[in-house]
């Protein structure tokens, strides 16, 4: 048909040259999925988690009664499993989350671990694990992120 092609192109762009004119984007009323991603998971921390940092791993359970937040896990250095077990408690008041962690040997040492990050990010909580024990500190920095694996 003569002129076909261009008849349909001038009517495309017809239509999305008159677009801006409409009221209100049709887009605009489709949410952010990024955002709608986050504030389902973060709504709650309760669950397994996993922190990485350069030399260690943390894998750990969550529970919450309210702002509370309990649990227990393990630590992994430079690709070992340690066999001791620790304690989290903290708290999660959105977006904060504030943990302390309990009987974790690290290096050899029995060491407390403090961490605290905003969970406001679809990646998880991005922060500074501070651990002190007896004649020892050290500051390193971890990514706490939620996970599937419930073998912690």
């Known amino acids: 048909m003569p002129g076909g092609s261009t008849r349909r192109s001038a009517v495309v762009i017809a239509f999305l040259c008159a677009l801006p004119a ?17 504030d389902l998971k973060a709504g709650s921390v309760a669950g397994p988690w996993r922190g990485t940092s350069v030399d260690l ?31 989290v408690s903290g708290t999660y008041q ?15 040492r029995t060491v407390e671990g403090r961490f605290q990050g905003n969970y406001d ?3 998880g909580v991005r922060g500074t694990l ?23």
């Open 22 to 38: 409409c009221k209100g984007n049709p887009l605009d009323t489709v949410p952010d999925l990024t955002a709608v991603k986050l």
């Open 121 to 123: 990010s679809s990646r």
């Open 130 to 152: 501070h651990l002190k024990g007896t004649d020892y500190s050290k500051d390193t920095d971890l990514l706490l992120q939620e996970t599937s694996d419930r073998g912690v």
């Open 94 to 108: 959105r977006p904060q989350l504030t943990l302390a962690f309990t009987g974790m040997v690290y290096q050899g």
């Open 57 to 87: 791993t943390l894998a750990f359970d969550l529970q919450e009664a309210g702002t509370a937040v309990s649990g227990g896990g393990s630590i992994t250095e430079n690709g070992v499993t340690n066999d001791s077990r620790y304690t």
